[in-house]
T-cell receptor, first 117, second 110 residues
Framework: SQTIHQWPATLVQPVGSPLSLECTVEGTSNPNLYWYRQAAGRGLQLLFY??????ISSEVPQNLSASRPQDRQFILSSKKLLLSDSGFYLC????????????????FGEGSWLTVV | GQNIDQPTEMTATEGAIVQINCTYQTSGFNGLFWYQQHAGEAPTFLSYNVLDGLEEKGRFSSFLSRSKGYSYLLLKELQMKDSASYLCAVQSGGYQKVTFGTGTKLQVIP
């Protein structure tokens, strides 16, 4: 069965410090990978998605970046955090199934709580 | 672009039935999902609709009308543990992109 892990689960970082969140998927090959952010009381915002190694699509211009160095590894980074970067960050994966059966069902990791102080 | 609308909050009584609506506007529609998210946790997948009609899965059912850009999630025999946010999400474009609505926070009361 497929599993997804992301870490760290919780972190508190000062403004201007760097960030690195890591996510790995097991039990599947060539998944689509995603980073979402959920600010307090708000919906899920798609930040980046990737359909293959080195292929990153950015949805929101900001001071964050993403990389996919291996097939099942997805990393979210920042060189200098802002207060507005605080939120709940979710890594997710999907594999395109039969369109009439499961579509592109997305499965989420446990999430990482980031507080920028 | 895409626009997904859901009510912000709803309250229902334990044992009752509740319907959570979702309307969307998108180009290249390829399917609609419903997710459940308990406070402080990641969303979990509930249902997927790509054709018009009702999909039933236990106490939960989801309906889709593509011509109207409309879906609803129906929860029957409500239980206290159903208190959560319910997220509507639309798949569009090249299948890889799934966009979420802001969610409906459901409170089940005794």
């Amino acid at each position: 069965s497929q599993t997804i892990h992301q870490w760290p689960a919780t972190l508190v970082q000062p403004v201007g410090s760097p960030l690195s969140l890591e996510c790995t998927v097991e039990g599947t090959s060539n998944p689509n990978l995603y980073w979402y952010r959920q600010a307090a009381g708000r919906g899920l915002q798609l930040l980046f998605y990737s359909v293959g190694i080195g292929q990153i699509s950015s949805e929101v211009p900001q001071n964050l970046s993403a990389s996919r160095p291996q097939d099942r590894q997805f990393i979210l980074s920042s060189k200098k955090l802002l207060l507005s970067d605080s939120g709940f960050y979710l890594c997710a994966w999907s594999v395109l199934g039969g369109a009439r059966i499961s579509g592109n069902t997305i499965y989420f990791g446990e999430g990482s709580w980031l507080t920028v102080v | 672009g895409q626009n997904i609308d859901q009510p912000t909050e709803m309250t229902a009584t334990e044992g009752a039935i509740v319907q959570i609506n979702c309307t969307y506007q998108t180009s290249g529609f390829n399917g609609l999902f419903w997710y459940q998210q308990h406070a402080g946790e990641a969303p979990t997948f509930l249902s997927y609709n790509v054709l018009d009609g009702l999909e039933e899965k236990g106490r939960f059912s989801s309906f889709l009308s593509r011509s109207k850009g409309y879906s609803y999630l129906l929860l029957k025999e409500l239980q206290m543990k159903d208190s959560a946010s319910y997220l509507c999400a639309v798949q569009s474009g090249g299948y890889q992109k799934v966009t979420f609505g802001t969610g409906t926070k459901l409170q089940v009361i005794p």
